[in-house]
């Protein structure tokens, strides 16, 4: 993979508004941003409604986002590109989410929606008609989804990123500051991750920072390549992002995002639990 | 606690007791006062710089921040102005007010 065929710019967005087989859409944290105003011809997806099973702390099944993506009018061919708010928080969690599903075409556009605005580009609130079609998704990709019991066993023996603030991982916070910080689950972070929070990546209005600066980012973490990779947060999203850098832009393998994050993770029974800025020991 | 509510997000179910609130206002030029920019993003940074959070400004120019005992900087970013740095200093139990004015 390659910048090229994960990533957009505003410009490039712009341009193909009205180009077939381009389907934009919209993922915010804010689920009520699409409805004030969205880029014009993009279709939103709400990441706690359509993308979550509604019983179950789990995704939506294949023949769920099969329905999903059919009633929306997403064909299996078309070019997806996402775009939200929060620097592509939950738009980088709906890329990873697509490529679980097997879709073969995704793109991001590189800085989200921060970038559109502080541009000053177009936004509207007139509501697209697609037609609906018949999507085939994919069997889960278990390559890029990680699950507590492998986290567990990753600790001391993977390399394991934790992309959360620097206050969120030493347990200062428990959770990002635009959220109220009374949470039922233990603070700190899992012993031995490092901390490279998926700030780091971006620039501030949200775009993507070049190759260079990302390979030495995670290289001045002792990275060490030749094992393989789990990305967490606290609920995923911002892990997507960084998932999406270490795969998408670098190329590196074997890396998998963490979706139960620190959210499950802090409420573990018996599970061990570093506090403070330094990664810690596996025996702690 | 006049103007609790006006941020991003509601206070409504929150234990404001229990949180270091910094929350304010962001507004474009004018000595006396300005215009409120409702699509600016205000991001929170740690004592060292470190990104921690970002919120967009509400349609009013509100934004609020749930933080931690201590000194952090709101970095604000609108359209065609440069980025303006603001200190501030949040405790748990009480709400910082913050007003910020970009370049007109």
Known sequence: ?284 | MCGATEGGLSLDGVNVAKEAVIQGQVLRGGASGGEPVANAYVRLLDRTGEFTAEVPTSASGHFRFFAGDGEWTLRTLAPKAEPVDTRVVAATGSVAEVQVLVGA
């Open chain 1, 1 to 284: 993979m390659s910048r090229e065929n994960s990533l957009v710019t505003a410009q490039w967005v712009e341009d193909n508004l009205d180009t077939d087989g381009v389907v934009i859409v919209e993922v915010d944290e804010d689920t009520t941003a699409y409805d004030k105003g969205h880029i014009r011809g993009a279709i939103k997806l709400d990441w706690t409604t359509d993308l979550q099973d509604q019983v179950r702390r789990d995704f939506v099944n294949k023949a769920q986002f099969e329905a999903l993506l059919s009633e929306r009018g997403v064909s299996n061919d078309d070019t997806v590109v996402l775009y939200g708010g929060n620097n592509n928080w939950f738009a980088a969690y709906a890329y990873w989410y697509f490529k679980l599903y097997g879709h073969s075409d995704v793109k991001l556009l590189d800085g989200g929606r921060k970038k559109w605005e502080l541009d000053s580009r177009e936004l509207t609130d007139e509501l697209p008609t697609r037609e609906k079609t018949s999507y085939v998704a994919s069997e889960q990709d278990s390559s890029i989804r990680a699950f507590r019991d492998e986290v567990v066993a990753a600790i001391g023996t993977q390399n394991l990123v934790d992309v959360r603030s620097p206050d969120e991982y030493a347990g200062r916070l428990l959770a990002p500051a635009h959220l109220p910080q009374e949470q039922a689950q233990r603070a700190g972070h899992i012993p031995t991750s490092v901390n490279v929070p998926w700030s780091k990546n971006a620039n501030d209005d949200g775009t993507f920072k070049s190759d260079d600066e990302l390979t030495a980012l995670y290289d001045e973490v002792g990275f060490d390549t030749e094992k393989d990779t789990i990305a967490l947060c606290r609920i995923g999203e911002r892990s997507s992002l960084t998932w999406f850098v270490l795969t998408e832009l670098l190329g590196r393998k074997n890396v998998k995002n963490y979706d139960g994050s620190w959210t499950e993770y802090g409420s573990l029974v018996g599970v061990p639990v570093a506090l403070g800025d330094e990664p810690g020991t596996a025996d702690a």
